[in-house]
T-cell receptor
């Protein structure tokens, strides 16, 4: 069964605007972690932000913030003030609690920032 | 900064060849991972290792093996390459003892099997 769901089609975003990328997850374990990665066209995977299931506050990291809604099992990434360099694929991932720190990845969201 | 280095960015091999993909990390991380990435399928875990000489199968281990003789190096081996193994391969490492630590990735190897 799919554990991480990212279903948005490719998105075009105007430069300087905010964009929200949806991620829903499925787990019955109370202890888990959620990660977001960025993959530009060059191919490297870049870690952006982490949210632990017990964290009381939404994670923030510069222009990246995570809208964590635990009851809905949702962990949406918000990118504020989009820049051209934000054009990339974005992947949501969940650390599996009993999997030796394995990550289950979603299939990604494509974002293109236009000037 | 963590540095994960994959030996090749691009590699072309022939069907039936034995192919080695090498990955080295410089941060003394216990955990290392090999993924393949295909359009529309996201990242799929092939094998991982949580310490030296330890390995576990991921979701798609068929046709692959791995070797972890030293902590810093994790090798992926295609025993007899086939065209359906043409893909992007990504290596990652992670500090094992802390739950909130992310996986750090190399730049990837785009492997073509002809």
């Amino acid at each position: 069964a799919q554990k991480i769901t990212q279903t948005q089609p490719g998105m075009f975003v105007q430069e300087k605007e905010a964009v929200t990328l949806d991620c829903t997850y499925d787990t019955s374990d109370p202890s888990y972690g959620l990660f977001w990665y960025k993959q530009p066209s060059s191919g490297e995977m870049i870690f952006l932000i982490y949210q632990g299931s017990y964290d009381q506050q939404n994670a923030t990291e510069g222009r990246y913030s995570l809208n964590f809604q635990k009851a809905r099992k949702s962990a949406n990434l918000v990118i504020s003030a989009s820049q051209l360099g934000d054009s990339a694929m974005y992947f949501c991932a969940m650390r599996e609690p009993y999997g030796n720190n394995r990550l289950a990845f979603g299939k990604g969201n494509q974002v293109v920032v236009i000037p | 900064d963590v540095k994960v280095t994959q030996s090749s960015r691009y590699l072309v091999k022939r069907t039936g060849e034995k192919v080695f993909l090498e990955c080295v990390q410089d941060m003394d991380h216990e955990n290392m991972f090999w993924y393949r990435q295909d359009p529309g399928l996201g990242l799929r875990l092939i094998y991982f290792s949580y310490d030296v000489k330890m390995k576990e199968k991921g979701d798609i281990p068929e046709g692959y093996s791995v070797s972890r003789e030293k902590k810093e190096r994790f090798s992926l081996i295609l025993e007899s390459a086939s065209t359906n193994q043409t893909s992007m391969y990504l290596c990652a490492s992670r500090l094992g003892s802390v739950s909130n630590q992310p996986q750090h990735f190399g730049d990837g190897t785009r492997l073509s099997i002809l």
